[in-house]
């Protein structure tokens, strides 16, 4: 599903080309305008995502008042200020000289400050995403495509690939896994606790797998009573049995074309284990109350927390479903083998609570060093439940040891870790795609100080930093396209058409 695109307005013409390349090299269509062209968009603004008004414009040009009377309340706008300059003055300035409220701003209107960093523009971009979908028109619009699934499931720049974060080599595995098998129909297997992530997986592997335009269809086998299991699976016929008043779709005709996720396929009936085996093997089901069989083209992710070779000694579960279902294990390791990823995913989660306007907190190296320590039997869920408890009992603050529940308080601080007011700084941190996407900023900020007095031709000049980005992640993948395609964070497929277009030689 396409998106619309993201507009900046600038009469500044060197900002307006930085901030295009930046926003295109995280995968955004962009289009930009000035104040001479932006009267050709009157009347087009609900066409884009968002929208950036450049600090090149005056805030009492007549183009502000338009754009933000026009647009705020279903389109995100963005000011862009230089850095240094009074934001809250300028945020009430245009307020004041438009139609919209404090509290519209609030929701709507953000502040970015020029130069920035992507750890400042992140949170922008993911707010204004939120506003984009949130808003009355768009709600409307996407009522029927977003009433059955995520819609992250078919956001390209929010691949749930991205929100596996980590630095420890078990959670890099993880990913290459991801990578290996995404793009092949090969039914997987995720193994792992209660609370290690494994639907965030099962999201990524569909993300990046070429069905991410279709439906991605979870269902938890152990949560649906096992004589309803069959009819959330493969549907029912009306008056199929009592209370069947309609005939319904069921998980597999819904999943058409995309992927069925069973979660706790560890916990299904073995009456229905039977069933499915048929499935994975002809491609064929038929509704609860019907003799007409239906074909299916649905890929099979499976989860479960369970140890199945010991289900199976136990007469619990079909070996011979499992050899269907293990075709390419994967195992994820619990929080506690991956300690080393907890400063990470602390910011990360911290940082997911203020974009959806929860409040955020912020944890001191000691409070991370006792977190680091503990066994953490809920994995990320409970490490997720501690940040949001911890940001309900201080909001936007600060947590160190003495704040962090009773059963943290027995750990000792290692001798190296300074207490108190000594907070953690994510930018200390390698978050790989983070910190790719910062490399390149600061080569996009520093190799073109102005545009040149001739001009240039922008598609070309921005085709130009695309392949050189592509050879140096190829040279530094020592010609591997998978590996570089990592680096670039994109798909395989997607850089081998970017090759054939610009003609690099691996």
């Given at each position: 599903?396409?998106?619309?695109?993201?507009?900046?307005?600038?009469?500044?013409?060197?900002?307006?080309?930085?901030?295009?390349?930046?926003?295109?090299?995280?995968?955004?269509?962009?289009?930009?305008?000035?104040?001479?062209?932006?009267?050709?968009?009157?009347?087009?603004?609900?066409?884009?995502?968002?929208?950036?008004?450049?600090?090149?414009?005056?805030?009492?040009?007549?183009?502000?008042?338009?754009?933000?009377?026009?647009?705020?309340?279903?389109?995100?706008?963005?000011?862009?200020?230089?850095?240094?300059?009074?934001?809250?003055?300028?945020?009430?300035?245009?307020?004041?000289?438009?139609?919209?409220?404090?509290?519209?701003?609030?929701?709507?209107?953000?502040?970015?400050?020029?130069?920035?960093?992507?750890?400042?523009?992140?949170?922008?971009?993911?707010?204004?995403?939120?506003?984009?979908?949130?808003?009355?028109?768009?709600?409307?619009?996407?009522?029927?495509?977003?009433?059955?699934?995520?819609?992250?499931?078919?956001?390209?720049?929010?691949?749930?690939?991205?929100?596996?974060?980590?630095?420890?080599?078990?959670?890099?595995?993880?990913?290459?896994?991801?990578?290996?098998?995404?793009?092949s129909d090969a039914t997987v297997l995720?193994?792992?606790?209660?609370?290690?992530?494994?639907?965030?997986?099962?999201?990524?592997?569909?993300?990046?797998?070429?069905?991410?335009?279709?439906?991605?269809?979870?269902?938890?086998?152990?949560?649906?009573?096992?004589?309803?299991?069959?009819?959330?699976?493969?549907?029912?016929?009306?008056?199929?049995?009592?209370?069947?008043?309609?005939?319904?779709?069921?998980?597999?005709?819904?999943?058409?074309?995309?992927?069925?996720?069973?979660?706790?396929?560890?916990?299904?009936?073995?009456?229905?284990?039977?069933?499915?085996?048929?499935?994975?093997?002809?491609?064929?089901?038929?509704?609860?109350?019907?003799?007409?069989?239906?074909?299916?083209?649905?890929?099979?992710?499976?989860?479960?927390?369970?140890?199945?070779?010991?289900?199976?000694?136990?007469?619990?579960?079909?070996?011979?479903?499992?050899?269907?279902?293990?075709?390419?294990?994967?195992?994820?390791?619990?929080?506690?083998?991956?300690?080393?990823?907890?400063?990470?995913?602390?910011?990360?989660?911290?940082?997911?609570?203020?974009?959806?306007?929860?409040?955020?907190?912020?944890?001191?190296?000691?409070?991370?060093?006792?977190?680091m320590q503990h066994d953490w039997p809920?994995?990320?869920?409970?490490?997720?439940?501690?940040?949001?408890?911890?940001?309900?009992?201080?909001?936007?603050?600060?947590?160190?040891?003495?704040?962090?529940?009773?059963?943290?308080?027995?750990?000792?601080?290692?001798?190296?870790?300074?207490?108190?007011?000594?907070?953690?700084?994510?930018?200390?941190?390698?978050?790989?795609?983070?910190?790719?996407?910062?490399?390149?900023?600061?080569?996009?900020?520093?190799?073109?100080?102005?545009?040149?007095?001739?001009?240039?031709?922008?598609?070309?000049?921005?085709?130009?930093?695309?392949?050189?980005?592509?050879?140096?992640?190829?040279?530094?993948?020592?010609?591997?396209?998978?590996?570089?395609?990592?680096?670039?964070?994109?798909?395989?497929?997607?850089?081998?058409?970017?090759?054939?277009?610009?003609?690099?030689?691996?």
């Amino acid at each position: 599903m396409a998106l619309p695109c993201i507009l900046i307005v600038d009469d500044n013409k060197t900002s307006s080309l930085q901030l295009e390349a930046i926003l295109r090299f995280m995968e955004y269509r962009v289009e930009t305008a000035d104040s001479s062209s932006y009267e050709n968009l009157v009347g087009k603004l609900d066409q884009f995502f968002g929208i950036f008004l450049g600090q090149g414009l005056n805030q009492k040009d007549k183009i502000i008042t338009d754009i933000v009377n026009n647009a705020a309340g279903n389109i995100a706008i963005i000011l862009v200020v230089d850095k240094g300059s009074d934001k809250n003055s300028q945020c009430q300035l245009i307020i004041n000289e438009t139609r919209i409220k404090d509290s519209l701003h609030k929701d709507s209107f953000q502040v970015l400050e020029w130069p920035f960093t992507y750890a400042e523009l992140k949170p922008i971009v993911t707010k204004m995403d939120s506003f984009y979908y949130a808003s009355k028109n768009t709600r409307q619009s996407l009522a029927v495509q977003r009433s059955a699934i995520d819609r992250r499931g078919y956001d390209r720049r929010f691949y749930a690939l991205d929100r596996l974060k980590g630095n420890s080599q078990l959670i890099i595995n993880i990913r290459q896994a991801i990578v290996q098998v995404a793009e092949s129909d090969a039914t997987v297997l995720i193994l792992g606790e209660s609370g290690t992530g494994k639907e965030l997986i099962a999201r990524a592997l569909h993300d990046a797998s070429l069905r991410q335009s279709k439906l991605f269809v979870p269902i938890n086998c152990g949560a649906i009573p096992s004589e309803l299991l069959e009819s959330e699976l493969f549907g029912h016929e009306k008056g199929a049995f009592t209370g069947a008043l309609s005939t319904r779709q069921g998980r597999f005709e819904m999943a058409e074309g995309g992927t069925l996720f069973l979660d706790e396929i560890g916990d299904m009936p073995m009456a229905m284990q039977v069933k499915l085996l048929r499935v994975l093997q002809e491609r064929t089901f038929e509704r609860v109350g019907s003799n007409k069989t239906i074909c299916c083209d649905v890929r099979i992710i499976a989860a479960t927390h369970r140890h199945l070779a010991e289900e199976i000694k136990e007469s619990r579960f079909r070996e011979d479903l499992f050899y269907r279902l293990n075709v390419f294990p994967i195992e994820v390791p619990p929080l506690r083998d991956r300690t080393e990823d907890i400063p990470l995913l602390v910011h990360e989660i911290a940082a997911c609570l203020e974009a959806n306007n929860r409040c955020g907190v912020k944890f001191t190296k000691a409070s991370l060093a006792v977190l680091m320590q503990h066994d953490w039997p809920g994995n990320v869920r409970e490490l997720a439940n501690l940040i949001e408890r911890m940001s309900i009992l201080y909001p936007n603050g600060y947590v160190d040891v003495m704040n962090l529940p009773e059963k943290f308080k027995d750990y000792k601080l290692p001798d190296n870790i300074e207490m108190a007011t000594n907070i953690f700084d994510i930018d200390s941190v390698d978050v790989s795609n983070d910190s790719l996407i910062n490399d390149a900023m600061v080569s996009i900020s520093t190799g073109l100080a102005q545009l040149p007095e001739q001009g240039l031709d922008l598609k070309e000049y921005l085709t130009m930093m695309e392949g050189d980005l592509i050879r140096q992640a190829l040279q530094e993948c020592n010609g591997v396209v998978a590996h570089a395609a990592k680096r670039l964070n994109m798909r395989r497929t997607t850089l081998v058409e970017k090759l054939r277009k610009i003609d690099v030689q691996k």
